[in-house]
């Protein structure tokens, strides 16, 4: 049974630029969140995907995106790029039928803005 | 606002030494509280938790109790293992929100 798999697992962009993030669910699970978690901090809340719309929002601004697909995968997109936007970025998943606040993680994808 | 806030690291211990890591948190409903762990490498996981005041979670040999009172959830071991050397993340969630706040993260190190 594979986990929460995320891709890139590093990736590097200049300011300005535009990434988009991968995320597959653990098996079972219908639910995306998406977090960020900054060098010494911790995971922040961007936002939830689930059936395909954005649930929940963090304090984030329009910059960040998402979308959520028909097999629960998801993608986070964060456009014009700072510097500020460097971080690790995780995804979460769950199922919304079963709210006890478990959140599998995966291993996340590393962003470096130059 | 709902917030955690953690004892600051890094913690370095010797094998078989106590844990505490202090947590307190201030949040205006019920929260349930967890600890999440992140070892080298690897993603967050889920160690223990508890859901309401009075409630003690415990796993691999770490325990915490929801302290209502104190407004506190304090992760303790009583002999950690160079094993444990990861960084612990306390959090609250509200499953109305279905959203968590986690703390900054404690990095702990513990040597033969």
């Known amino acids: 049974d594979a986990g929460v798999t995320q891709s890139p697992t590093h990736l590097i962009k200049t300011r300005g630029q535009q990434v988009t993030l991968r995320c597959s669910p653990k098996?079972?699970?219908?639910?995306v969140s998406w977090y960020q978690q900054a060098l010494g901090q911790g995971p922040q809340f961007i936002f939830q995907?689930?059936?395909?719309?954005?649930?929940q929002r963090g304090n984030f601004p329009d910059r960040f995106s998402g979308h959520q697909f028909p097999n629960y995968s998801s993608e986070l997109n964060v456009n014009a790029l700072l510097l500020g936007d460097s971080a690790l970025y995780l995804c979460?998943?769950?199922?919304?039928?079963?709210?006890?606040?478990?959140?599998?993680f995966g291993e996340g994808s590393r962003l470096t803005v130059l | 606002g709902d917030s955690v806030t953690q004892m600051e690291g890094p913690v370095t211990l010797s094998e078989e030494a106590c844990l505490t890591i202090?947590?307190?948190?201030?949040?205006?409903?019920?929260?349930?509280l967890f600890w999440y762990v992140q070892y080298p490498g690897e993603g967050l996981q889920l160690l223990l938790k508890?859901?309401?005041?009075?409630d003690k979670g415990s796993n691999k040999g770490f325990e915490a109790t929801y302290r209502k009172e104190t407004t506190s959830f304090h992760l303790e071991k009583g002999s950690v293992q160079v094993s444990d050397s990861a960084v612990y993340f306390c959090?609250?969630?509200?499953?109305?929100?279905?959203?968590?706040?986690f703390g900054t993260g404690t990095s702990l190190t513990v040597i033969p």
């Open positions: 979460a998943s769950s199922w919304m039928g079963y709210q006890t606040g478990e959140l599998f």
């Open positions: 098996s079972g699970h219908d639910t």
């Open positions: 995907y689930y059936e395909e719309e954005e649930r």
């Open positions: 202090n947590c307190t948190y201030t949040a205006t409903g019920y929260p349930s």
């Open positions: 508890a859901t309401k005041a009075d």
């Open positions: 959090a609250l969630y509200f499953n109305t929100g279905n959203q968590f706040y």
